[in-house]
Antibody, heavy 124, light 107 residues
Framework: QLQLQESGPGLVKPSETLSLTCTVS??????????WGWIRQPPGKGLEWIGS???????YDNPSLKSRVTTSVDTSKNQFSLKLNSVTAADTAVYYC????????????????WGQGTLVTVSS | DIQMTQSPSSLSASVGDRVTITCRAS??????LNWYQQKPGKAPKLLIF???SLQSGVPSRFSGSGSGTDFTLTISSLQPEDFATYCC?????????FGQGTRVEIK
């Protein structure tokens, strides 16, 4: 059974870089059939897709984050990562990693499974 | 960006009720609409993908329909474990976007 687990600091200072890693177990990250994505949810608010990466390293990012996002993949470790720079309090959220089935270049079939999520607070 | 609008934002219902939640996309997304259930403190769970396909392991009381811009999630007979927040998500084009959620509460 495929499982995903987020890891990284729970507290980041304003203007610094948020760095998270998602470790995939129970299956290989090296498949052209899947994207590996990051989604966040500010406290009490809705879900926002941040970015996704495929095993080859190709990425899609949400333009609303104004090029602050870097997503990457490490197939040797079966992990993928998120870096979000120049963070502010508005970036405080639960960050989830998830897999989504690639149907076409940008058409997918929903995020499943998800990691349990990790709360990242931006505060000095 | 494609905007996803759900209605209602919340509803109260009783066990055994039939519940319908709607999701409207700001432009056509064909059938690339997914539905999730989220309980407090938990990650979302995929219920329906591609508008009407039931994810493995999801009870058959959940169903989805629609295409183009208008979609519906139906719970045929609400169970105690179904009280949660439901949201839709379009997976037709980037940035992939979510609806704001519908909270289903106990009447």
């Amino acid at each position: 059974q495929l499982q995903l687990q987020e890891s990284g600091p729970g507290l980041v200072k304003p203007s610094e870089t948020l760095s998270l890693t998602c470790t995939v177990s129970g299956g290989s990250i090296s498949s052209s059939n899947y994207y590996w994505g990051w989604i966040r949810q500010p406290p009490g608010k809705g879900l926002e897709w941040i970015g996704s990466v495929i095993y080859s390293g190709s990425t899609y990012d949400n333009p609303s984050l104004k090029s602050r996002v870097t997503t990457s993949v490490d197939t040797s470790k079966n992990q993928f990562s998120l870096k979000l720079n120049s963070v502010t309090a508005a970036d405080t959220a639960v960050y989830y990693c998830a897999r989504h089935v690639r149907r076409d270049t940008i058409i997918t079939l929903g995020f499943d499974p998800w990691g349990q999520g990790t709360l990242v607070t931006v505060s000095s | 960006d494609i905007q996803m609008t759900q209605s209602p934002s919340s509803l109260s219902a009783s066990v055994g009720d039939r519940v319908t939640i709607t999701c409207r996309a700001s432009q056509s997304i064909s059938s690339y609409l997914n539905w999730y259930q989220q309980k407090p403190g938990k990650a979302p769970k995929l219920l329906i993908f591609a508008a009407s396909s039931l994810q493995s392991g999801v009870p058959s009381r959940f169903s989805g329909s629609g295409s183009g811009t208008d979609f519906t999630l139906t719970i045929s007979s609400l169970q105690p474990e179904d009280f949660a927040t439901y949201c839709c998500q379009q997976s037709y084009s980037t940035p992939w976007t979510f609806g704001q959620g519908t909270r289903v509460e106990i009447k």
